[in-house]
């Protein structure tokens, strides 16, 4: 079966664009239609201006689609990917978090399996607290964590981080390394199998309880203000 997963990410000098294409791989390997979409920048353009790669990449990458909530609907997985900031998401990703409300009344976003991967400059710089930062928002949605666990050698070969992959870049600014890659392609690859999975079993249930909507609705029980 088809199943369709969301890779939505933020990169201002291209590590987690890096990281999300590869993600946006590995799950295509697997069989599922792949959305692979940028949110939308908040800094002003003065600001990108002075950090010559970040003016580079964010250039280079305008011909990929902008992220929108519609996203979210159409998928049944989502990868997030984000650079750490002060041990939390950047605030670009946050801002499209911030949008999706009215899925999240309606129940659309429950029960869908979502995995998360990120960036820092040093290896102590925040990436499983920025990750785990993330976990917040999916407990709230009632969504699936699928973390890559330490379950395939290509974890440990990135640097064994269970929670989703990381990459750190250090002074030189590299782009993520091979190892990298294959592990973000590995967690991707393995999103689209457990959604694969699930969505499987979850058809053969609804046929024989005869209830074609296994999500019940949130609309006019809860509100999402402030």
């Known amino acids: 079966m088809t199943v369709k997963v969301a890779v939505i990410y933020y990169s201002a000098t291209g590590t987690v664009h890096a990281l999300a294409q590869a993600v946006a791989e590995g799950a295509a390997s697997a069989g599922a239609g792949v959305r692979l979409r940028r949110v939308a920048e908040l800094a002003p353009d003065s600001a990108i201006a002075q950090n010559p790669q970040w003016r580079r990449h964010a250039d280079a990458t305008t011909s990929i689609a902008q992220a929108s909530v519609e996203d979210l609907a159409w998928a049944d997985a989502f990868a997030f990917g984000t650079p750490t900031r002060f041990g939390a998401p950047a605030a670009q990703l946050k801002q499209f978090i911030d949008q999706a409300?009215?899925?999240?009344?309606?129940?659309?976003?429950?029960?869908?399996?979502?995995?998360?991967?990120?960036?820092?400059?040093?290896?102590?710089?925040?990436?499983?607290?920025?990750?785990?930062?993330?976990?917040?928002?999916?407990?709230?949605?009632?969504?699936?964590?699928?973390?890559?666990?330490?379950?395939?050698?290509?974890?440990?070969?990135?640097?064994?981080?269970?929670?989703?992959?990381?990459?750190?870049?250090?002074?030189?600014?590299?782009?993520?390394?091979?190892?990298?890659?294959?592990?973000?392609?590995?967690?991707?690859?393995?999103?689209?199998?457990?959604?694969?999975?699930?969505?499987?079993?979850?058809?053969?249930?609804?046929?024989?309880?005869?209830?074609?909507?296994?999500?019940?609705?949130?609309?006019?029980?809860?509100?999402?203000?402030?």
């Open 101 to 226: 409300g009215g899925l999240w009344r309606e129940g659309k976003l429950a029960d869908k399996p979502v995995t998360a991967f990120t960036s820092a400059f040093n290896r102590h710089g925040g990436s499983e607290a920025t990750i785990l930062s993330l976990g917040n928002v999916f407990y709230h949605w009632g969504a699936l964590i699928v973390p890559p666990g330490f379950t395939d050698p290509v974890v440990y070969a990135a640097g064994g981080n269970p929670y989703g992959t990381s990459f750190v870049t250090g002074p030189t600014r590299d782009g993520p390394d091979a190892a990298a890659l294959e592990a973000a392609r590995y967690q991707g690859r393995r999103l689209a199998q457990i959604t694969i999975r699930l969505l499987g079993r979850g058809r053969v249930t609804d046929a024989a309880a005869g209830d074609g909507n296994p999500r019940a609705t949130m609309a006019g029980t809860t509100s999402h203000t402030a």
